[in-house]
């Protein structure tokens, strides 16, 4: 075994993992996912950053953040097959959201496309963060609060006195702009006096666009005004009426009891916080999983690597690039570093080197803390001396913790050795947790020459944002992966399908255009799918060939654009527009002039290269199938609705050629003989083709007409199959197509179904609205035009009751007379009709 190449207490795959499995069911293919056991001996380079060489000719070049350029992509490996790869992996503290999809779907993207499509072999590591302040905070929150409410199982006057105390010190720490007497019956007016730009969607001072600043500020007045409810709402009696309440403050609550019995917990039982990290693990990895991204080869905690942290730690300061300070912490020396020939800090975001605030990022609590024995504040700590209420290991500088850089530093090394090819992770983490982890490795590993390089590529992954600002667990501006496929807004399928359509290392913001544009180019792969899987089942015998090598040059222009693509720098977009583009070539070629070979050997290299992209589960992009999941009917309904299927297309035709007799139906009926008994699961379908024939049979005793055979055909489409989940597709001069009902085809049968619901809806109304106005007009004509006027607006009238003074005595105007006058003489005509009709009735 290589050295460095320890496994203790790592978690390795097993072919009885489905990975695993799956490795080991392609191992003779070529170009397949393989797990290594066994790695090449590491080779240096020269900083900044020098290109490795190779004999062979390039195949791939890479974006790579390190030389902020595409470089050729060469293995350190001396055979140039295997290919060593740590991937930041996840803080285990909350759900994982959509921008962590974004993150591991994407580099799963580059994985699976680096091994399944160019071949080499990958050693891929990935950790769990399982110990840092954010994960340390929220342990002992969560900890805090479980206690809390145990002790306080109603709500009384302490509980919410002290809630009120929590709710005041969270607004007076992160809504700077409300008064210092505000309370919970005056923060809803004032918070939206004093934040209405940023309520509004404005920057804080309404000038410029809103960023994360806002989107923090809008965070927390959401939960100041969640608590503000629960201290306001009437009822706190009920047990449900106590966990609303709670539900609505815990988050006040949290930071508050932290502050005052954070320090007095036994920090020393660290499933105070492994309780937490284990739970999300887990949920992370059932997450992973359900967006079909592969399983690493090797997972590294940091919980499990105290001692190496250390042991790593102990070799920077020897080699003279770290210091101990008095309180039992050690920090990188970056002047110290950097004076030795060859080193270089911030390599990877160099004009970020000065930024306080992303530094204090990196820092967490310590960034916090002031001490005279830190040389500069750019230095960074690569072990933390733990306080009271923190959880510690045994050092030589005393009861302490990792940092949060060192940490993959010393997982990636233990694993992969002193060099590596790729490193990947979010674009945020670049600086300071990628230049950081370059830095302290290059100066474990180099001793006192300098000029290691530890990493050949950096791939940075960019960001998915909501409104401008990036998805962040602490912002609480996500969707979490689980009720996005939980709600059926997106799939592991349409979701990997929108990254795939954007480039990897540039941001993305999921728009409507954006969601169509993925839904469009997976319904025409989809379909197209359907059309060349008909041909297993209703081959074109009577092909001329005259199209083939049309359509043949234009699949090897595709292929070539793909791989053109893919090797520069994985570019997805143009890869999929090329695949699409190939199927626009296909579909616009005469069938009767293609032969089915070319349209298979078509069918079989998209099928390859959509499951390649993950677009299709587990399922080996080399098996030879055609198609991906979602396009088959159950195999145990295909006897009897194929078998349908024939019969109705027999029907229809000979029904619109007007010569279906009694004996014509029972040749047709006759070409399938069904088993007399079927599995449970194939019954229903069974039905179908049995009540079809009955009804087919009952038509043709009544001897009816062509229409009515033409009308059960219809029925058998859109009800009985429909209800089924199958839909037939009629084509003209071919048989129907038998395909499941989608999600297209359910969309736009519910829009027809709309539109025909809309259409009978605006009917009735008209209809009502028309017997509304007869009945106004009947119960107009029952008014005898001498009683029309004899109201209080008018004090005579003459004989025929029109009337000639107002109701002061007044003469009525002249005009007015004549106008009242017609209005009479319209009312009698109607009321004498009435009167006629009412009168023939009766006789």
Known sequence: MVPGFRFLSRQILTTNSPLGRLRTNINTRPLRL????????????????????????????????????????????????????????????????????????????????????????????????????????????????????????????????????????????????????????????????????????????????????????????????????????PSKVTPEDVEVFYAGAEDVLLPYLDSLYGTSIDASDHTIFTRLT????????????????????????????GDQIVTFVEKIVGNGYAYSTSDGSVYFDIEGFEKVPGNHYARLEPWNRGDKNLQADGEGALSQQKTSEKRSDADFALWKSSKPGEPSWKSPWGPGRPGWHIECSVMASDVLGEQMDIHSGGIDLCFPHHDNELAQSEAHWSQKEGGHQWVNYFLHMGHLSISGSKMSKSLKNFITIREALGHGDWNARSLRIIFLLGGWHDGIEITDDMRKGGASWESYVTNFFYKVRDLEVHPNISSTGAEDEKVLKAFEAAKEKVHNALADSFDTPSAMRAISGLITDYNSASKSGLTDGVSFDIARYITRMVRIFGLDGSADPYDGNIGWSGIDIPSYAKEFVYAVSRERDDVRQHAIAGDLSGPVLEDILAQHKPATKQEAAAVPYAQVLSTFQENLRGLAEKQAPAKDFLALCDQLRDTHLWDLGIYLEDRENAPAMVRPVDVELQAARDQKEAIAKAKADAKLQRQRDEAEKQAKLAAQAKINPSEMFRTDEYSAWDADGVPTKDREGADVAKGKVKKLKKEWEKQKKLFEEHAKSAGAGSS
């Open 34 to 233: 393989t797990l290594i056991a066994t790695m090449a001996a590491s080779t240096r380079t020269q900083p900044p950053w020098k290109e490795p060489q190779s004999t062979q000719p390039a195949k791939l070049k890479v974006w790579n953040s390190l030389t902020r350029s595409k470089n050729e992509f060469v293995p350190i490996d001396s055979e140039g097959k295997i290919v060593k790869w740590y991937s930041c992996g996840p803080t285990v503290y909350d759900d994982a959201h959509l921008g962590h999809a974004r993150n591991y779907v994407t580099i799963d993207i580059l994985r699976r496309v680096l091994a399944g499509y160019f071949g080499y072999h990958l050693r891929f590591v990935q950790n769990i963060t399982d110990v840092d302040d954010k994960i340390i905070l929220r342990g002992r929150q969560q900890y805090l609060l479980a206690d809390f409410k145990a002790k306080n199982t109603t709500v009384t006057d302490d509980l919410i006195n002290m809630t009120i105390k929590a709710f005041d010190a969270y607004v007076k720490k992160n809504l700077p702009l409300l008064s210092a007497d505000v309370d919970i019956g005056t923060f809803n007016q004032e918070s939206a006096d004093k934040y209405a730009n940023v309520i509004q969607g404005k920057s804080v001072d309404g000038v410029g666009p809103a960023g994360d600043k806002e989107a923090k500020i809008k965070m927390h007045l959401k939960t100041a005004g969640t608590a503000a409810t629960a201290l306001l709402a």
């Open 278 to 305: 284990q739970k999300y693990e887990a949920r992370f990895n059932e997450d992973m999983r359900s967006l079909n991204v592969l399983d690493p080869d090797v997972v590294t905690r940091v919980t499990e690597y």
